[in-house]
């Protein structure tokens, strides 16, 4: 049998689409009444990138829900959400499929995909939609064909990430994806090590804010959910995506997080289903993008300009300058407002999917 990627006993909430088109309601009323401190988007501008084209399109049955998405030269890598193996699949410039590359290893819910410098591929089983997995993790696909799994824990209990960063030298970065925006960026305290059980710490607080480009499956809520992340091949950038927004970043050597500490620009990007693939092209600048379902397009994003952080409009002293644009502390009122609208929502949530099971 193949190795378990997971060790939640209970394995039926992998995909929780019920909770996730309950959840379009609720927070479409939360996300208008959240106070403009939350809501604000200053100091990000959507510059630096041109008008999307299509680049080819995917029609394999193979890749029905296509989450993750690698640039490697001329071909590109991929993979589905979700599945019984852990499966990348090696697409042409045509997006048709050629070679796979698989582990025996059963995963709970891959997410996202990165490529070491190494040529080890990384699949991240980090999905946990309903927050209760104990563990999550990363499966390597290394180039001579072997495989290695490292389990990760949070430090702070569960919580559900569709996004992976691989730093130059190797240190991966899980990336969550929260309702409210509220993303934090977790890095293992320990090198990567085949079967081992390895602890994170919170390296990063996000606050990602309401754009108004539309998408996603789950309206304006979409516009806060991270849902895929890239690190360009000459190390240089790093990308996180929304159901309707690319946020880049200047990347000097392997400081992720202080990178991500700093004022991104913001891409708005084509309209799309469920859009959570994102990668580089091969020129190191031009972004790649791609939504679940079938047929379904890779967009190219090409860079109009040098990508560089947008001027910042927070003042300039210490850790207010330091607050950026996606890095943000909520106010105890604002914060208490936020818990009892949450509260609401997961109220509200609850009584649907009771509904619907004594249906």
Same mark, same amino acid.
């Given at each position: 049998?193949?190795?378990?990627?997971?060790?939640?006993?209970?394995?039926?909430?992998?995909?929780?689409?019920?909770?996730?088109?309950?959840?379009?309601?609720?927070?479409?009323?939360?996300?208008?009444?959240?106070?403009?401190?939350?809501?604000?988007?200053?100091?990000?501008?959507?510059?630096?990138?041109?008008?999307?084209?299509?680049?080819?399109?995917?029609?394999?049955?193979?890749?029905?829900?296509?989450?993750?998405?690698?640039?490697?030269?001329?071909?590109?890598?991929?993979?589905?959400?979700?599945?019984?193996?852990?499966?990348?699949?090696?697409?042409?410039?045509?997006?048709?499929?050629?070679?796979?590359?698989?582990?025996?290893?059963?995963?709970?819910?891959?997410?996202?995909?990165a490529l070491g410098?190494?040529?080890?591929?990384?699949?991240?089983?980090?999905?946990?939609?309903?927050?209760?997995?104990?563990?999550?993790?990363?499966?390597?696909?290394?180039?001579d064909g072997s495989?290695?799994?490292?389990?990760?824990?949070?430090?702070?209990?569960?919580?559900?990430?569709?996004?992976?960063?691989?730093?130059?030298?190797?240190?991966?970065?899980?990336?969550?994806?929260?309702?409210?925006?509220?993303?934090s960026v977790y890095?293992?305290?320990?090198?990567?090590?085949?079967?081992?059980?390895?602890?994170?710490?919170?390296?990063?607080?996000?606050?990602?804010?309401?754009?108004?480009?539309?998408?996603?499956?789950?309206?304006?809520?979409?516009?806060?959910?991270?849902?895929?992340?890239?690190?360009?091949?000459?190390?240089?950038?790093?990308?996180?995506?929304?159901?309707?927004?690319?946020?880049?970043?200047?990347?000097?050597?392997?400081?992720?997080?202080?990178?991500?500490?700093?004022?991104?620009?913001?891409?708005?990007?084509?309209?799309?289903?469920?859009?959570?693939?994102?990668?580089?092209?091969?020129?190191?600048?031009?972004?790649?993008?791609?939504?679940?379902?079938?047929?379904?397009? $890779?967009?190219?994003?090409?860079?109009?300009?040098?990508?560089?952080?947008?001027?910042?409009?927070?003042?300039?002293?210490?850790?207010?300058?330091?607050?950026?644009?996606?890095?943000?502390? $909520?106010?105890?009122?604002?914060?208490?407002?936020?818990?009892?609208?949450?509260?609401?929502?997961?109220?509200?949530?609850?009584?649907?999917?009771?509904?619907?099971?004594?249906?």
């Amino acid at each position: 049998m193949p190795e378990r990627a997971d060790r939640t006993p209970d394995r039926a909430g992998r995909r929780s689409w019920a909770v996730g088109a309950a959840l379009s309601a609720p927070l479409g009323l939360l996300l208008t009444v959240l106070p403009a401190g939350v809501a604000g988007a200053e100091g990000v501008e959507a510059t630096g990138y041109g008008a999307p084209s299509t680049r080819c399109e995917v029609t394999d049955p193979r890749l029905p829900e296509l989450s993750g998405l690698v640039g490697a030269g001329d071909a590109m890598l991929a993979m589905n959400d979700g599945g019984a193996r852990a499966e990348v699949f090696v697409l042409d410039g045509a997006c048709a499929v050629g070679d796979v590359r698989a582990a025996d290893v059963d995963p709970y819910d891959p997410e996202d995909l990165a490529l070491g410098a190494d040529g080890t591929i990384w699949l991240a089983d980090t999905g946990d939609n309903n927050h209760t997995r104990e563990t999550v993790a990363l499966i390597g696909l290394r180039a001579d064909g072997s495989s290695t799994l490292t389990r990760l824990t949070y430090p702070d209990g569960p919580h559900d990430a569709e996004a992976l960063l691989m730093a130059p030298d190797g240190t991966p970065y899980v990336v969550t994806k929260e309702v409210l925006g509220a993303s934090s960026v977790y890095r293992p305290d320990a090198p990567l090590a085949d079967g081992a059980t390895v602890p994170m710490s919170r390296v990063v607080e996000l606050g990602f804010t309401l754009t108004g480009t539309p998408g996603g499956p789950v309206g304006r809520a979409g516009q806060l959910l991270v849902t895929g992340g890239a690190v360009s091949g000459d190390g240089q950038r790093i990308a996180l995506r929304t159901y309707t927004d690319a946020y880049v970043w200047p990347l000097t050597g392997s400081d992720v997080a202080g990178a991500l500490a700093g004022a991104p620009v913001r891409v708005a990007l084509p309209e799309s289903p469920q859009g959570e693939a994102i990668a580089f092209a091969s020129n190191h600048r031009d972004l790649l993008v791609a939504s679940e379902g079938l047929p379904t397009a $890779v967009t190219l994003v090409p860079a109009a300009g040098e990508i560089a952080p947008a001027a910042s409009t927070a003042p300039a002293d210490g850790a207010a300058a330091a607050a950026g644009t996606l890095s943000h502390e $909520v106010a105890p009122l604002t914060a208490g407002l936020i818990a009892a609208l949450v509260a609401t929502a997961l109220v509200w949530i609850g009584g649907r999917i009771r509904r619907r099971r004594q249906g």
